[in-house]
Every structure is written in structure tokens, then in C-alpha cells.
């Protein structure tokens, strides 16, 4: 994930080593002709008859036993395919093993892989492995727990779709965490102070979310992913929408975001935009618990005049994390599933815009909006 999903080139060979040693084993006109050649090779290093159990010990890298001696074979493409097994296998549950009638087969995490799957396979489990190795990471993986578990967060990642060079350079660095702020020195004992609050600790969430010198900005990020709910949103007959308007019969001065009520299905909706920071998925979960805690006595004020009363929240991350919770709202408010699936990927694509905005402005005290 930190490498835009794309796998390194020396495992890449590797992996096409695998496959084309895979073909030459399960093809139906040179499979005799392979084994052969791999036996005379299994027999050069072990120095004796191989048995078919030693074809695939050998393929499976051994190094102990038969196998402890040194090799005195020239490099052929069977020597290559030990070594790509042994480098992969380090990685990933991958083996060769013995068919039924004693033919060498790959196999990964237990299952045999036909000679049309090995590549495909492969590379999705590399990437995994690839991707839980970033997840643990504690403070590079926050971010990409979140953004891994859905599609539109990574929708420019192939063709940049409606994302300008601009927010390329700078959301990939966020992402890791690899930006140039105080707080975020991975050595040394400096000033992690805020350079204009005055804050402790100027990290990323920290500038993108709490730093008061930036909430004029932080408010047109909200508003844009409010917007693009909005365009979406068709209301039916009957039905009465308040967007950032007190609610009427209350007094405490509360705005939601957006108040659908339909008198005639006695229906009521609340739905309050966040743009949390991916402090992984919990940071979300928190976000939705405090939107239906701040506004759980409205819905208890529709309730008592007989309403059928939803209180949920409408997520985005500070980075263009997509909650997949979201698919709730979309659901109940019956939007169009044509524009939603352009609607996920442009509040995206937003979001990162309006934080890539407060991110230039926080480094060189510029606004970046009017």
C-alpha cells in the first residue's frame, strides 16, 4: 500500500520464475521431458537416485540431510527455481508438493494451484503480506487501515482521476506520515511545539483537525462532502430538508447537518458530516458514537410525536478514508447507486484537496483558498 500497491521488480521475477517453472511441470506435451531434467539436477546435488519426494524437497529449497552438500551444478532454470521458492516462501505459505501420481505441484496455504492460477495467486498474497506488514506498523498503519477497506479512497491511484499533482505529492506522504512537521521527526529531540498555536505536539492530526488557526478551512472541507450529499439527494413528496438550521421546538442551538422529516410517513432522518483523522477505523467508530450522543435528544423530541427517527453520522477521513458504514445513509436516503459511485470518489477526492490546502498553509502561512 505504501508503494501504491505496486509489488518490487526482484520479487516480481521471482514470481514469474514460479509460473514458468509451474507451466513446464503440468504441460502436457514437455511435462516428462521437465521432470526428467529436474531429476538429473536433484540427482547432481544430492549425488544419488532421486526419489519424487526429493524433486520437491529440493524445489522447496532444503538444505539439510541429501541436500547439506555443496552444489556443483551450473546455474539452469531448476537452480533458479529453488532460489525464487526459497525467497518467496519466506513470505508467503507456498510449496511444491506431490500430486497423487507423484508429480510436483505448487501449492499455497494449502491448496494446489493449477498452472493458470500460480501468477494471479501469487501476487494477491504477496500483496497481502505486504499490506498486514504496513497494518502493524503503529503509526504508518493507522491511516491505511482505514483506507485499504474500501475502493474510493485509492481510486486515483491508477489514472488520477479528478486529483491534481498537487494533492499526488502531498497525499501519499500523508498517508505514511512522512511529512515535514515538528511532530513528526523520527529522530532527535527538537521543538515538537505547534509553529502556530503553540500546541505540544504539531503532528499531522493535530494541523488537519484541532489547530484553531486553520477551522476556516476545515469548515469549506465539511461543507464540500455536505454539498456533494446533497446534489445526490432527491427528497419525496411531503418530506421537509433543513441543512445547518436549529431544529424547531428546540432551544439548545444545535445545527445537524441535514434534517429530513416526512410528516407523512412520520419519518425523521439526522445526519451529521465528520471528517475525522484515520487514527484507524476506532477514530471513526468514536466520531459515530459522539454525532448520535450529541444529537440522541432530538431524535427523543420526534420520537415522543410517534417519529420513526434515524441518528447516524456521514464519514470521510482528513486523508480520503471512506467509512463503509456510509452505505447505510446512501440506502435510507435512496440515492441514485449511478452518481453514488461518482459521489464517493469526488468527496474523496475533496477531502484531500481541502487538507492538502490547510497542510500548504500550515508549512508557509499562505491562504490557499479565497
Not at 38 to 43: D, G, P, S, T, W
Not at 65 to 78: K, P, Y
Not at 257 to 286: C, H, Q, W
Amino acid at each position: 500500500m505504501g508503494g501504491v500497491n505496486l509489488l518490487p521488480m526482484a520479487l516480481l521475477a521471482d514470481v514469474r520464475q514460479l509460473v514458468h517453472g509451474g507451466r513446464l511441470l503440468q504441460s502436457n506435451t514437455v511435462e516428462k521431458l521437465s521432470q526428467t531434467i529436474l531429476q538429473a539436477v536433484v540427482e547432481k546435488r544430492i549425488r544419488t537416485l532421486a526419489q519424487p519426494s526429493d524433486l520437491v524437497d529440493y524445489l522447496n529449497g532444503r538444505m539439510d540431510g541429501a541436500f547439506a552438500s555443496e552444489s556443483i551444478d551450473v546455474t539452469n532454470i531448476w537452480t533458479r527455481l529453488r532460489l525464487a521458492t526459497r525467497r518467496i516462501r519466506s513470505k508467503i505459505n507456498v510449496e511444491w508438493s506431490l500430486t497423487a501420481t507423484e508429480e510436483p505441484q505448487l501449492q499455497l496455504n494449502g491448496f494446489r494451484l493449477r498452472a493458470s492460477e500460480v501468477e494471479y495467486s501469487l501476487r494477491c498474497s504477496i500483496r497481502e503480506y505486504f499490506r498486514r506488514r504496513l497494518l502493524k506498523k503503529p503509526d504508518q498503519g493507522k491511516v491505511y487501515e482505514v483506507t485499504s477497506a474500501a475502493t474510493p479512497p485509492n481510486h486515483f491511484m491508477r489514472n488520477g482521476d479528478f486529483t491534481r499533482f498537487a494533492e499526488w505529492r502531498f497525499i501519499h506522504r500523508a498517508r505514511l506520515d512522512c511529512v515535514p512537521l515538528n511532530g513528526a521527526r523520527r529522530f532527535g529531540h527538537g521543538d515538537k511545539r505547534c509553529r502556530r498555536c503553540g500546541h505540544e505536539n504539531e503532528t499531522l492530526p493535530h494541523v488537519l483537525n484541532h489547530c484553531k488557526t486553520h477551522l476556516a478551512t476545515v469548515t469549506p472541507r465539511h461543507n464540500a462532502v455536505l454539498g456533494r450529499l446533497l446534489k445526490a439527494l432527491v427528497p419525496h413528496e411531503g418530506t421537509t430538508v433543513r441543512v445547518n438550521q436549529c431544529v424547531p421546538g428546540m432551544d439548545d442551538g444545535l445545527r445537524p447537518d441535514l434534517l429530513i422529516v416526512n410528516g407523512t410517513e412520520k419519518s425523521a432522518v439526522i445526519i451529521d458530516v465528520a471528517t475525522p483523522f484515520e487514527n484507524r477505523y476506532a477514530a471513526f467508530e468514536a466520531a459515530r458514537n459522539e454525532k448520535r450522543a450529541k444529537y440522541g435528544h432530538i431524535a427523543d423530541h420526534y420520537r415522543t410525536q410517534g417519529y420513526d427517527v434515524c441518528v447516524d453520522a456521514f464519514i470521510v477521513g482528513a486523508l480520503g478514508g471512506w467509512d463503509p458504514a456510509n452505505k447505510r445513509i446512501i440506502s435510507l436516503l435512496k440515492l441514485g447507486q449511478h452518481y453514488c459511485r461518482l459521489m464517493r470518489r469526488l468527496m474523496c477526492t475533496d477531502v484531500i484537496r481541502w487538507s492538502r490546502d490547510i497542510y500548504v498553509e500550515r508549512l508557509t502561512g499562505q491562504r490557499q483558498h479565497e
